[in-house]
Protein backbone atom coordinates (compact mmCIF):
# COMPACT_ATOMS: atom_id res chain seq x y z
CA UNK A 1 0.00 0.00 0.00
CA UNK A 2 1.16 3.79 0.38
CA UNK A 3 3.31 4.01 2.95
CA UNK A 4 6.29 4.98 4.21
CA UNK A 5 8.26 2.64 7.35
CA UNK A 6 9.85 4.47 9.69
CA UNK A 7 12.55 3.04 12.17
CA UNK A 8 13.42 2.68 15.27
CA UNK A 9 9.89 2.72 16.84
CA UNK A 10 11.55 4.32 20.01
CA UNK A 11 15.05 5.35 20.70
CA UNK A 12 16.55 6.09 24.26
CA UNK A 13 19.89 8.15 23.98
CA UNK A 14 21.83 9.72 26.89
CA UNK A 15 21.99 13.53 26.57
CA UNK A 16 24.74 14.97 24.05
CA UNK A 17 24.31 11.73 21.92
CA UNK A 18 23.86 11.66 18.40
CA UNK A 19 20.22 10.18 17.09
CA UNK A 20 19.19 9.12 14.03
CA UNK A 21 15.76 8.19 12.38
CA UNK A 22 14.95 6.54 8.96
CA UNK A 23 12.01 6.68 6.74
CA UNK A 24 11.90 3.53 3.82
CA UNK A 25 9.20 3.60 0.87
CA UNK A 26 9.06 0.63 -1.34
CA UNK A 27 8.07 2.91 -4.28
CA UNK A 28 9.96 5.90 -5.09
CA UNK A 29 9.16 9.01 -3.38
CA UNK A 30 8.01 12.32 -5.06
CA UNK A 31 9.08 14.43 -2.08
CA UNK A 32 9.63 14.01 1.58
CA UNK A 33 8.60 16.17 5.03
CA UNK A 34 9.82 15.78 8.57
CA UNK A 35 7.05 16.83 11.47
CA UNK A 36 7.73 16.90 15.01
CA UNK A 37 5.68 16.56 18.14
CA UNK A 38 6.10 17.36 21.69
CA UNK A 39 4.68 15.10 24.28
CA UNK A 40 1.14 16.24 24.36
CA UNK A 41 1.14 18.87 21.71
CA UNK A 42 0.62 18.74 18.11
CA UNK A 43 2.68 17.71 15.08
CA UNK A 44 4.98 20.93 13.78
CA UNK A 45 6.25 20.68 10.00
CA UNK A 46 10.28 20.74 10.10
CA UNK A 47 11.10 20.63 6.40
CA UNK A 48 10.21 19.45 2.80
CA UNK A 49 12.83 17.84 0.40
CA UNK A 50 11.98 16.67 -2.87
CA UNK A 51 15.74 16.78 -4.73
CA UNK A 52 17.44 13.33 -5.39
CA UNK A 53 20.42 13.06 -2.23
CA UNK A 54 19.44 16.58 -1.21
CA UNK A 55 20.72 17.46 2.11
CA UNK A 56 19.42 20.39 4.31
CA UNK A 57 20.49 21.03 7.97
CA UNK A 58 18.71 23.44 10.44
CA UNK A 59 21.38 24.28 12.89
CA UNK A 60 21.75 20.34 15.00
CA UNK A 61 19.24 18.76 12.68
CA UNK A 62 20.82 17.41 9.38
CA UNK A 63 17.99 16.24 6.94
CA UNK A 64 18.70 13.60 4.14
CA UNK A 65 16.50 12.21 0.92
CA UNK A 66 18.19 8.94 -0.65
CA UNK A 67 19.79 8.90 -3.94
CA UNK A 68 16.91 6.76 -5.17
CA UNK A 69 14.45 8.90 -3.18
CA UNK A 70 13.43 5.65 -1.17
CA UNK A 71 14.56 6.60 2.03
CA UNK A 72 14.95 9.96 4.19
CA UNK A 73 16.95 10.11 7.24
CA UNK A 74 16.56 12.82 10.43
CA UNK A 75 19.85 13.18 12.28
CA UNK A 76 20.11 15.44 15.30
CA UNK A 77 23.73 15.79 16.65
CA UNK A 78 24.66 16.54 20.21
CA UNK A 79 20.74 15.69 21.48
CA UNK A 80 19.50 17.76 24.39
CA UNK A 81 16.14 17.74 26.60
CA UNK A 82 13.96 20.13 24.21
CA UNK A 83 14.79 17.52 21.36
CA UNK A 84 12.23 15.01 23.02
CA UNK A 85 8.97 13.88 21.08
CA UNK A 86 8.52 11.54 18.46
CA UNK A 87 9.29 12.68 14.94
CA UNK A 88 7.18 11.62 11.82
CA UNK A 89 8.21 11.62 8.32
CA UNK A 90 5.13 11.88 5.70
CA UNK A 91 5.05 11.93 1.93
CA UNK A 92 2.19 12.74 -0.65
CA UNK A 93 0.62 10.04 -2.37
CA UNK A 94 -2.46 9.58 -5.13
CA UNK A 95 -5.98 9.10 -2.74
CA UNK A 96 -7.26 6.46 -1.63
CA UNK A 97 -10.11 7.86 -2.73
CA UNK A 98 -9.34 7.33 -6.36
CA UNK A 99 -10.08 10.81 -6.88
CA UNK A 100 -6.60 11.48 -8.43
CA UNK A 101 -5.77 14.67 -5.97
CA UNK A 102 -3.07 13.42 -3.51
CA UNK A 103 -2.67 12.95 0.09
CA UNK A 104 0.17 13.73 2.94
CA UNK A 105 0.58 9.84 4.65
CA UNK A 106 2.77 9.75 7.30
CA UNK A 107 4.80 6.88 8.86
CA UNK A 108 4.42 5.63 12.29
CA UNK A 109 7.16 8.14 14.07
CA UNK A 110 9.75 7.47 16.42
CA UNK A 111 9.43 8.62 19.54
CA UNK A 112 12.94 10.30 21.05
CA UNK A 113 13.48 10.24 24.78
CA UNK A 114 16.62 11.97 26.03
CA UNK A 115 18.17 11.15 29.68
CA UNK A 116 19.30 13.92 31.04
CA UNK B 1 1.22 29.04 15.54
CA UNK B 2 -1.34 28.84 13.08
CA UNK B 3 -4.90 30.38 14.38
CA UNK B 4 -6.69 27.17 14.12
CA UNK B 5 -8.99 26.06 17.24
CA UNK B 6 -10.60 22.83 18.18
CA UNK B 7 -13.54 21.91 20.49
CA UNK B 8 -14.18 20.36 22.50
CA UNK B 9 -10.61 19.66 23.54
CA UNK B 10 -11.69 16.43 25.44
CA UNK B 11 -14.73 14.60 25.28
CA UNK B 12 -16.16 11.40 26.76
CA UNK B 13 -18.92 10.14 25.81
CA UNK B 14 -20.69 6.47 25.16
CA UNK B 15 -21.37 4.33 22.50
CA UNK B 16 -23.94 4.62 20.38
CA UNK B 17 -23.96 7.82 20.60
CA UNK B 18 -23.08 10.99 17.95
CA UNK B 19 -20.35 13.23 18.57
CA UNK B 20 -19.46 16.38 16.17
CA UNK B 21 -15.99 17.96 16.97
CA UNK B 22 -15.15 21.64 15.65
CA UNK B 23 -12.40 22.89 13.73
CA UNK B 24 -12.26 26.49 13.28
CA UNK B 25 -9.14 28.66 11.34
CA UNK B 26 -8.82 32.30 11.09
CA UNK B 27 -5.97 31.92 8.50
CA UNK B 28 -8.71 32.30 5.51
CA UNK B 29 -6.52 28.22 4.17
CA UNK B 30 -8.59 26.72 1.54
CA UNK B 31 -7.54 23.19 2.50
CA UNK B 32 -8.90 21.36 5.70
CA UNK B 33 -8.20 18.05 6.96
CA UNK B 34 -9.12 15.34 9.98
CA UNK B 35 -6.88 13.28 11.52
CA UNK B 36 -6.69 10.49 14.01
CA UNK B 37 -3.54 9.43 15.81
CA UNK B 38 -3.34 6.59 17.57
CA UNK B 39 -0.29 4.56 19.41
CA UNK B 40 1.59 2.87 16.84
CA UNK B 41 -0.14 4.06 13.72
CA UNK B 42 0.66 7.66 13.75
CA UNK B 43 -1.48 10.13 12.13
CA UNK B 44 -4.01 8.73 9.67
CA UNK B 45 -6.08 10.71 7.18
CA UNK B 46 -9.89 10.52 7.83
CA UNK B 47 -11.33 12.90 5.43
CA UNK B 48 -10.58 16.14 3.96
CA UNK B 49 -11.54 19.55 2.40
CA UNK B 50 -10.79 21.40 -0.92
CA UNK B 51 -13.07 24.24 -0.42
CA UNK B 52 -16.32 24.99 0.75
CA UNK B 53 -19.00 21.88 0.47
CA UNK B 54 -15.84 20.11 -1.19
CA UNK B 55 -14.89 16.98 1.09
CA UNK B 56 -13.37 13.37 0.27
CA UNK B 57 -12.46 10.64 1.86
CA UNK B 58 -8.93 9.69 3.34
CA UNK B 59 -7.93 6.10 4.47
CA UNK B 60 -9.61 6.06 7.54
CA UNK B 61 -13.51 7.47 6.20
CA UNK B 62 -16.14 4.38 7.61
CA UNK B 63 -17.76 5.88 10.71
CA UNK B 64 -17.08 9.42 9.73
CA UNK B 65 -18.47 12.00 7.80
CA UNK B 66 -17.92 15.89 7.64
CA UNK B 67 -19.44 19.36 6.68
CA UNK B 68 -17.28 22.68 5.69
CA UNK B 69 -20.33 25.32 4.98
CA UNK B 70 -17.87 27.71 5.54
CA UNK B 71 -14.25 28.50 4.92
CA UNK B 72 -13.31 28.67 8.41
CA UNK B 73 -15.18 25.84 9.91
CA UNK B 74 -14.09 21.49 9.17
CA UNK B 75 -16.72 19.72 11.73
CA UNK B 76 -16.26 15.91 11.51
CA UNK B 77 -19.36 13.45 12.96
CA UNK B 78 -19.09 10.42 14.70
CA UNK B 79 -22.61 9.50 13.77
CA UNK B 80 -22.85 6.50 16.46
CA UNK B 81 -19.76 6.04 18.36
CA UNK B 82 -17.87 3.11 19.27
CA UNK B 83 -15.17 2.36 20.89
CA UNK B 84 -12.79 1.72 18.54
CA UNK B 85 -13.14 5.31 17.66
CA UNK B 86 -11.16 6.71 21.09
CA UNK B 87 -8.31 8.61 19.64
CA UNK B 88 -6.69 12.04 19.74
CA UNK B 89 -8.12 13.89 16.37
CA UNK B 90 -6.02 16.59 15.04
CA UNK B 91 -7.18 18.80 12.13
CA UNK B 92 -5.25 20.37 9.90
CA UNK B 93 -5.21 23.03 7.44
CA UNK B 94 -2.74 24.44 4.44
CA UNK B 95 -2.60 26.95 1.90
CA UNK B 96 -1.78 24.33 -0.92
CA UNK B 97 -3.21 20.94 -2.11
CA UNK B 98 -0.92 18.10 -1.69
CA UNK B 99 0.53 17.40 -4.70
CA UNK B 100 2.90 14.87 -6.77
CA UNK B 101 5.27 18.20 -6.02
CA UNK B 102 4.71 17.90 -2.15
CA UNK B 103 2.31 19.30 0.18
CA UNK B 104 3.57 22.72 1.48
CA UNK B 105 3.23 23.11 5.15
CA UNK B 106 0.15 21.31 7.47
CA UNK B 107 -0.90 23.56 10.01
CA UNK B 108 -2.33 21.11 12.99
CA UNK B 109 -4.70 22.00 15.83
CA UNK B 110 -4.22 21.45 19.51
CA UNK B 111 -6.54 18.23 18.92
CA UNK B 112 -9.59 16.70 20.67
CA UNK B 113 -9.15 13.46 22.93
CA UNK B 114 -12.15 11.51 22.81
CA UNK B 115 -12.77 8.60 25.26
CA UNK B 116 -16.23 6.32 23.83
CA UNK B 117 -17.01 4.11 26.72
Not at chain 1, 26 to 43: A, D, F, V
Not at chain 2, 5 to 13: I, L
Given at each position: GQQVMQIPQYQHVQEGEDFTTYC?????????????????????FLIQLVKSG????????TFQ????KKNSSLH???????????????????????????????????KLSVIP | ?????????????????????????????????????DPGHGLRLIHYSYGVKDTDKGEVSDGYSVSRSKTEDFLLTLESATSSQTSVYFCAISEARPSSLGQETQYFGPGTRLLVL
Open positions: NSSTTLSNIQWYKQRPGGHPVEVKKQKRLFGEAITATQTTDVGTYFCASTFLSYSGAGSYQLTFGKGT | DAGITQSPRHKVTETGTPVTLRCHQTENHRYMYWYRQ
